[in-house]
């Protein structure tokens, strides 16, 4: 296994370099995060007029519908899974203890969002598969972007925040909160049908005191301390790609919530971000 491994370790980047014809792959990465920033331009207006087929927005118009807990695991997993390959198969130098801190935490996010999230998705509207499949190439783009960007090249004495700056210690603190801001409403979410009854009721509680997406702000703000305290092109590209799919999706259901519980719903609570919108 040993030789294998070692085989892919000398191999893998510099074959994939020569297919890409580049032999700079942190030119690459930039590319790849300035991308994400033009897409996410893109993303915002389309889901600002056209909500994603998926919820209670699904529809049999945006085609081939596939059951919804498979759909969410499978486009999650590559963001799990795909870190997981780069660290240990792949050459990354020599690591920053900071980079390995980082490539944790989005680990850890993903592997709450895709196994114990994913496991407790109940039954309910389907998904359209071409959203599954978009979602599915999105993650595997993100998730070897940030950890060869973090693994490879987050080098000591290059700029970059240590485990002493105030603002790598500030990021990962709001990531934590974040993540357990999204992980409380999920909770509130889920409990909104424990005892089985139809159809849809007013989340109450933690953060849906303040706004009707908690479980989006909560991811928000995970992916903003992610981006302070890593200080690298690709965790803010990521960073804006989340606000540009959860802002508009956010505003859709604060619209969806007054129209359809109309004087029942609590008139102070805004959409995605307290006391603004």
């Known amino acids: 296994m040993e030789p294998l491994l070692k085989n ?15 032999s700079q792959e942190k030119q690459l990465l930039d590319l790849m995060g300035f991308a994400m920033i033009a897409t996410a331009i893109v993303v915002y207006l389309a889901l600002s007029f056209f909500p994603a087929p998926y919820g209670r927005y699904s529809t049999a118009a945006a085609g081939p519908q596939i059951d919804s807990k498979l759909a969410w695991i499978v486009q999650e997993a590559p963001s799990l899974i795909i870190p997981i390959l780069v660290y240990f198969l792949m050459d990354n130098g020599r690591p920053t203890f900071e980079g390995k801190i980082l490539i944790g935490l989005f680990v850890l996010h993903y592997l709450q969002r895709t196994v114990i999230y994913g496991s407790l998705i109940r039954g309910g509207k389907t998904t359209s598969l071409s959203t599954a499949a978009l979602a599915f190439v999105f993650t595997a783009y993100n998730g070897y972007m940030q950890s060869r960007s973090l693994l490879q090249f987050r080098k000591l004495g290059e700029g970059y925040t240590t485990v002493n700056h105030p603002f790598f210690i500030a990021g990962v603190a709001i990531f934590v909160i974040g993540m357990a801001i999204n ?23 933690g953060m849906f005191d303040f706004v009707s997406a908690a479980n989006y702000f909560g991811e928000i703000v995970e992916w903003t301390g992610f981006a302070i305290a890593a200080g690298q092109l690709q965790g803010l590209a990521f960073f804006i790609f989340t606000l ?9 259901h604060h619209d969806w919530y007054l129209q359809k519980f109309r004087s029942e719903y609590p008139l102070g609570r805004t959409a995605i971000l307290p006391f603004l919108i």
Do not use: C, E, Q
């Not at 191999?11 to 297919?19: C, K, R």
């Open 8 to 22: 892919f370790r000398n191999l893998s980047i510099p074959v994939l370099w020569s297919i890409l014809g580049t």
């Open 183 to 205: 992980i409380h409403s999920d909770s509130v979410l889920r409990g909104l049908r424990a005892d089985g009854s139809p159809g849809y009721k007013i989340p109450r509680g």
């Open 244 to 252: 540009a799919n959860l802002v508009p999706r956010a505003m859709t």
